[in-house]
């Protein structure tokens, strides 16, 4: 993607424009941010997976978006992916905190992070690297690779910079701001009822337990990929 490029894609999400219902989604790549997706979208819908949009819910809001990972050239600005969704916008991203709309602090805009433990980020994040290809159709990674890129995890050199440096970065937060919430996937795979109630009071919504259980029972691996 040519510099310029790059500067209007930064300059078009520093200046985006929210709405008063918009909530943000953010976490490190293969954190759980598409399970937790989906949970935020249904404590919207009231539990309700046919009133889940199903053209946009599913959008994200990055700087660039990597159409192939082998070659970083084939990028594209994705603002206006979600300029246009209706609302309530869950907006998803992997940007850091000093990447986001800089509207993001004056207005408050309610946050949830999603943290997963790093082993399994690894493992999660090698295994969808590895399904892209190069021009020549070889995969971006191969099982040989696996030594190399767990070094390139470690240090920071894969796609959306570090883990560490990505969680630190809004650990940072703490005590500065009030409406960022933290939740772990493994709080959700112990707990998901409570994990559901905690975040919905954040995003401002009131969740009954009979609105709860629907949500859970629409959340599953099933459920999601019959939701699609």
Not at 21 to 33: A, P, R
Not at 137 to 147: I, M
Not at 152 to 175: K, M, N, Q, R
């Amino acid at each position: 993607m040519p510099n310029n490029s790059v500067d209007k894609a930064v300059d078009a999400v520093e200046n985006f424009e929210y709405r008063k219902d918009d909530v943000w989604l953010i976490g490190y790549n293969k954190s759980g941010t598409h399970w937790m997706n989906e949970v935020m979208q249904l404590i919207f819908t009231e539990g309700d997976p046919s009133k889940l949009d199903h053209r946009h819910r599913r959008d994200i809001l990055e700087i660039t978006e990597v159409t192939d990972l082998c070659m970083v050239d084939k990028m594209e600005p994705t603002v206006e992916f979600v300029k246009t969704d209706p609302s309530p916008r869950v907006l998803k991203t992997h940007l850091r905190p000093e990447h986001l709309p800089k509207e993001t602090w004056v207005k408050k805009i309610p946050i949830v992070y999603i943290l997963r433990n790093p082993k399994d980020v690894f493992i999660s994040l090698f295994n969808f690297l590895s399904k892209f290809t190069d021009k020549n159709g070889d995969p971006c990674l191969k099982p040989e690779d696996f030594d190399k890129f767990l070094q390139d995890f470690i240090s920071g050199e894969v796609p959306y910079d570090g883990w560490y440096d990505h969680v630190t970065s809004y650990e940072a937060l703490i005590g500065k701001v009030d409406h960022v919430l933290f939740v772990t996937y493994e709080d959700m795979k112990k707990d998901l009822p409570a994990v559901i109630k905690i975040v919905a009071k954040h995003i401002g919504c009131n969740v009954t337990d009979e609105v709860v259980d629907k949500i859970v029972e629409n959340t599953t691996v099933e459920a999601m990929k019959r939701n699609k």
